[in-house]
């Protein structure tokens, strides 16, 4: 199967400072991962810069601006945990837009699947609020677009990071173009993901106890999940690929091992192939124990080869 994977190593250039968690060392071990002999067939594509016009579709235009008008000649703590430092800008620039271009690839029938390997995540960014490690929510603008650009109708973001993406669930709350389901851990940050949260009816969480493994992590997606994104019957799926429900992860306690990943890609493969011929884009979300992640992300890849 053709997979596209969008990067580019301006991505190392964002500077979160020392001990940080979100550091550029995360998608170092990513690439290095992807550089085995098995991810040869891999279409290589460098992730351009995402527009303004691509950006204010999924957040307000005066929070984009605001974030373009950031000093660029040294760091600033937007809050506790998100960092702006000169290699930012260019740096989420083009996670949004490797996200876009993503996107285009699948929808144009150049690459059947897309994985855009670029930090910081993007999931906890709101409208008009970045936070979280995250500035621009990659994976709304990503759905935007492919509405926007390509008159979708039905777009799905299925999340399966161990936070919340509170960022994704806030854009798309009253949107029934867009489902958006999640399986995180809570309690945990951010807080939300409640199944009480649902929306206009598109808004499908699935909270998880701390401790809960494998098991209980595959039944929750094959019961709960995976039957709401069947029955929506998405035009294109997207993917926030997560990595820290992994048990090694430091900021979280959930049990899963990268087999876990590699089974739930190949449950969303089989959806995509009944709703929307194969069309998937994922896009790298968290996941901070540096071995971990590489082996997660490489069985998330492998799933997405079909190999």
């Known amino acids: 199967m053709s997979v596209a994977v969008f990067t580019h190593l301006v991505a190392l250039e964002h500077d979160t400072g020392p001990h940080h968690p979100e550091c550029a060392d995360r998608l170092r071990y990513v690439l290095r991962a992807l550089e085995a002999p098995e991810f040869a067939p891999l279409l290589r594509e460098e992730a351009p810069m995402a527009t303004r016009a691509q950006l204010i579709a999924a957040h307000d235009a005066a929070f984009v601006d605001a974030i373009f008008a950031l000093p660029q000649d040294r760091m600033i703590a937007i809050d506790g945990d998100t960092i702006f430092s000169p290699g930012t800008l260019e740096t989420v620039l083009r996670g949004a837009g490797g996200a876009v271009a993503a996107v285009d690839a699948v929808m144009q029938g150049r ?44 777009v799905a973001v299925v999340d399966f990071d161990v936070h919340h993406g509170n960022g994704t669930q806030e854009i798309f709350y009253q949107d029934a173009a867009v489902m958006y389901a999640s399986s995180h851990q809570s309690p945990c940050f951010p807080g939300t993901g409640s199944k009480s949260e649902t929306g206009v009816g598109n808004i499908f969480n699935m909270p998880l106890p701390p401790g809960t493994g494998s098991k209980a992590f595959r039944e929750a997606w094959r019961e709960g999940i995976l039957p709401d994104l069947r029955a929506f019957a998405p035009e294109l799926l997207i993917i926030s690929a997560g990595f820290d429900a992994h048990a090694a992860d430091p900021l979280a306690q959930l049990q899963l091992q990268a087999a876990d990943y590699t089974w739930l890609t190949e449950e969303l493969l089989a959806v995509a192939d009944e709703c929307c011929p194969g069309r998937v884009v994922s896009v790298l979300e968290g996941g901070y124990n540096l071995e ?9 890849v492998r799933g997405l080869m079909r190999l």
């Open 111 to 154: 690459a059947e699947a897309a994985f855009v390997a670029m930090r910081p995540p993007g999931h906890h960014a709101e409208t008009d609020r970045a936070m979280g490690f995250c500035f621009f929510n990659n994976v709304a603008v990503a759905a935007r677009h492919a509405r926007n650009k390509w008159g979708l109708k039905r």
């Open 292 to 300: 971990a992640l590489a082996q997660s992300c490489a069985a998330h």
